[in-house]
């Protein structure tokens, strides 16, 4: 697979952390429940932690190394050599902590970034609701001003994590505006709150990953407002941006572990069709990485992520389904013949795990909309 090396400094910096990955060998679990890869995550995301391995291109003083978008594509890329395991708080730590830093307040700042990166916060989305998922703006969960803060009541869903979260970074109206991405504020919400009802989700898989939110009268004090009033919008679109670059690279590099696997495969076991569809599965894994390194390069010189993250998050989640439907054909006979071995127990869970990340993050069809409209210049579709 392609490997990022920019400038001695890059190489360097890769090179030292091979030497850490070799004395603090990543965890090792055969058990693939969701309770287990959430203690896992969180033990190993403190461990990275601890060393400044996490969030390498925030600023020194909220505990990053002070480099750029490359060093932390190199992080990335030395945990899946490994075949390590997810940490658990990526949303805050690719999400919200550059949300922050780029619009916080100094005190949100130093209260929030250092518990994001060592896992001792976990965060979620409350973005999503049962009328509002790809049609954002049309959110209507709303906080009422009053003295000292806001009563926030309405309803999320698809929220990852939320029954395990301590924080959730909530879209909702604090006024009506003509248009209605007006009148939106971005509010960091308390999960122990008095208030919220979490509901978990039974998806496809088996996992209840996914989980409803409820607010009821939930108080949110005012220093929890990101910017002011009504720039909930830019803000959201600007978690969005880093979820659909920085995030989905994450994603990418992780797929990739099951690629290779695949790679290991016997070949005069495989079809020639199926042969076939493994080299586009290789082919899609050089382009996607390819893609983003072009956009990571970009970011490196401290411009923010834009519309191209479509075309990053769009190829990866198509690619990703594809090679997970490859993978599911190749062990077929096995799970017919009622063989449910670990190899293909692990096979057919992200096979139905794949099928939500052409959802997630934006639909493939919304993001074909914003390539179109924002990056070709296309009309709007009516």
Same mark, same amino acid.
């Given at each position: 697979?392609?490997?990022?090396?920019?400038?001695?400094?890059?190489?360097?910096?890769?090179?030292?952390?091979?030497?850490?990955?070799?004395?603090?060998?990543?965890?090792?679990?055969?058990?693939?429940?969701?309770?287990?890869?959430?203690?896992?995550?969180?033990?190993?995301?403190?461990?990275?932690?601890?060393?400044?391995?996490?969030?390498?291109?925030?600023?020194? #003083?909220?505990?990053?190394?002070?480099?750029?978008?490359?060093?932390?594509?190199?992080?990335? #890329?030395?945990?899946?050599?490994?075949?390590?395991?997810?940490?658990?708080?990526?949303?805050?730590?690719?999400?919200?902590?550059?949300?922050?830093?780029?619009?916080?307040?100094?005190?949100?700042?130093?209260?929030?970034?250092?518990?994001?990166?060592?896992?001792?916060?976990?965060?979620?989305?409350?973005?999503?609701?049962?009328?509002?998922?790809?049609?954002? +703006?049309?959110?209507?969960?709303?906080?009422?001003?009053?003295?000292?803060?806001?009563?926030?009541?309405?309803?999320?869903?698809?929220?990852?994590?939320?029954?395990?979260?301590?924080?959730?970074?909530?879209?909702?109206?604090?006024?009506?505006?003509?248009?209605?991405? #007006?009148?939106?504020?971005?509010?960091?919400?308390?999960?122990?709150?008095?208030?919220?009802?979490?509901?978990?989700?039974?998806?496809?898989?088996?996992? =209840?990953?996914?989980?409803?939110?409820?607010?009821?009268?939930?108080?949110?004090?005012?220093?929890?407002?990101?910017?002011?009033?009504?720039?909930?919008?830019?803000?959201?679109?600007?978690?969005?941006?880093?979820?659909?670059?920085?995030?989905?690279?994450?994603?990418?590099?992780?797929?990739?572990? +099951?690629?290779?696997?695949?790679?290991?495969?016997?070949?005069?076991?495989?079809?020639?069709?199926?042969?076939? #569809?493994?080299?586009?599965?290789?082919?899609?894994?050089?382009?996607?990485?390819?893609?983003?390194?072009?956009?990571?390069?970009?970011?490196?010189?401290?411009?923010?992520?834009?519309?191209?993250?479509?075309?990053?998050?769009?190829?990866?989640?198509?690619?990703?389904?594809?090679?997970? =439907?490859?993978?599911?054909?190749?062990?077929?006979?096995?799970?017919?013949?009622?063989?449910?071995?670990?190899?293909?127990?692990?096979?057919?869970?992200?096979?139905?795990?794949?099928?939500?990340?052409?959802?997630?993050?934006?639909?493939?069809?919304?993001?074909?909309?914003?390539?179109?409209?924002?990056?070709?210049?296309?009309?709007?579709?009516?």
């Amino acid at each position: 697979m392609l490997k990022l090396s920019v400038s001695k400094q890059s190489d360097d910096f890769r090179a030292e952390f091979r030497a850490w990955l070799a004395a603090h060998p990543r965890p090792a679990s055969d058990d693939t429940s969701l309770d287990k890869f959430e203690q896992v995550g969180r033990e190993w995301q403190r461990t990275l932690a601890s060393a400044t391995w996490l969030g390498t291109h925030w600023p020194r #003083e909220y505990g990053g190394r002070g480099l750029s978008l490359v060093e932390e594509a190199i992080v990335q #890329e030395e945990l899946v050599r490994v075949s390590a395991p997810q940490i658990l708080g990526l949303f805050g730590l690719t999400m919200v902590g550059p949300v922050l830093i780029a619009h916080g307040s100094a005190e949100q700042k130093t209260r929030y970034l250092s518990k994001i990166l060592s896992g001792e916060e976990i965060w979620c989305q409350g973005f999503s609701e049962p009328g509002a998922g790809s049609d954002l +703006a049309a959110v209507k969960a709303r906080a009422v001003p009053v003295e000292g803060g806001y009563y926030l009541t309405g309803q999320k869903i698809w929220t990852s994590f939320a029954h395990c979260a301590d924080w959730c970074f909530v879209l909702c109206r604090t006024a009506d505006g003509v248009k209605k991405h #007006e009148g939106l504020s971005y509010l960091l919400v308390p999960m122990n709150s008095k208030g919220i009802t979490t509901r978990p989700l039974k998806q496809i898989s088996g996992d =209840s990953e996914f989980n409803e939110v409820f607010f009821d009268d939930v108080f949110v004090p005012s220093e929890n407002l990101v910017g002011k009033e009504g720039e909930g919008w830019k803000i959201a679109i600007s978690t969005l941006m880093y979820e659909r670059v920085v995030l989905t690279f994450s994603r990418q590099l992780q797929s990739e572990v +099951a690629l290779r696997a695949m790679l290991k495969t016997n070949s005069s076991a495989m079809s020639p069709v199926q042969r076939a #569809e493994l080299a586009r599965c290789v082919i899609d894994a050089c382009a996607s990485r390819a893609l983003a390194y072009k956009h990571l390069m970009t970011y490196a010189d401290d411009k923010a992520p834009g519309p191209e993250g479509s075309l990053d998050k769009l190829l990866w989640s198509e690619s990703f389904q594809r090679l997970c =439907s490859l993978a599911t054909s190749m062990v077929g006979v096995e799970a017919a013949l009622g063989e449910m071995n670990q190899k293909v127990g692990a096979v057919l869970h992200r096979y139905l795990y794949s099928r939500g990340r052409t959802i997630a993050a934006g639909t493939s069809e919304i993001q074909r909309s914003i390539i179109a409209e924002r990056l070709l210049g296309l009309p709007r579709s009516l």
